[in-house]
């Protein structure tokens, strides 16, 4: 499903993303670990076309998405959350889904739609919020950390990506609403593949079944949770000694 080959990202004189080569397939839960300024983020901006390599190759689907922009790379099914909120604090859950979903059928925010149209829109978006645990009713605003994220997670899911970028779900949350996440994770389709940047270790190790370790925007492990966990790469990192 997604292939990145030698990938390396510069910020100046600094190589955030150095040489990184790693291979996800299709249907795969794979997190991306490494302590704070790894390159984590750095990649999803590479691998969603925010950011463009100086060097290496990106393969989605088996197509080169390399030079191709953030918007064609969403519509091929590549799809995201950030690090940082992202919501209309305004609007409701509801309307901030359905947003979502007229993106993804190309209909302009604003455009008037017929009822029957918009009905259906909003069915959809009632269901990925169902599939969160989201109330549909309320402003976005209004919600706790842990509810706003999940809302977030149900708009990436409105634009029926083929793989799934998260970054730091779990970021702010209680451990039960971690354990939540983890369940709710589980629960996606079988199909979507979904890569995972977390600090949460426990959620990391809840969800994914492989797990790719960077540190200083190199790739220092790749393997079963178990073995990233054994690495003594990994290990030192970690701890920093
Ligand atoms: N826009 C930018 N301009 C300059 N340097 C940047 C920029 N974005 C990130 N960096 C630097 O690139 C490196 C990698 O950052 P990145 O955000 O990818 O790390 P991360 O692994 O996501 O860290 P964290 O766990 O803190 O989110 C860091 O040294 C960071 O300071
Ligand atoms: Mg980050």
């Keep these: 499903m997604l292939v990145l080959r030698e990938v390396t990202v510069r910020f100046g004189a600094l190589a955030a993303v150095d040489r990184v080569s790693l291979s996800v397939e299709e249907g795969e839960r794979r997190a991306l670990i490494g302590p704070n300024g790894a390159g984590k983020s750095t990649v999803f901006a590479a691998v969603a076309g925010a950011l463009r390599p100086v060097s290496g190759r990106i393969e989605f689907a088996g197509r080169d998405v390399t030079k191709l922009s953030e918007p064609r790379r969403a519509r091929l099914g ?16 509801l309307e901030n889904v359905a947003l979502a979903v007229r993106a993804r059928r190309g209909l302009g925010l604003r455009a008037w739609l017929p009822r029957g149209r918009r009905a259906e829109i909003e069915r959809e978006a009632a269901g990925h919020l169902a599939a969160t645990d989201v109330s549909p009713d309320g402003p976005a605003g209004a919600l ?98």
Excluded at 78 to 93: A, D, K, P, V
């Design 78 to 93: 590549i799809g995201r959350t950030f690090q940082h909120s992202s919501l209309f604090t305004g609007l409701t859950c």
């Design 144 to 241: 706790s950390h842990g509810q706003g994220r999940r809302l977030e997670l149900a708009m990436a899911l409105a634009a029926r990506p083929r793989l799934l970028l998260l970054d730091e779900p779990a970021a702010g949350m209680s451990a039960a609403e971690s354990a939540e996440l983890a369940s709710m994770l589980r629960a996606l389709p079988p199909e979507l593949t979904v890569m995972i940047v977390e600090h949460d270790l426990d959620l990391v190790f809840a969800v994914a079944s492989r797990v790719t370790a960077l540190a200083a925007g190199q790739v220092i492990a790749d393997g079963t949770p178990a073995q990233v966990r054994a690495s003594p790469e990994v290990q030192k990192a970690y701890l920093g000694t």
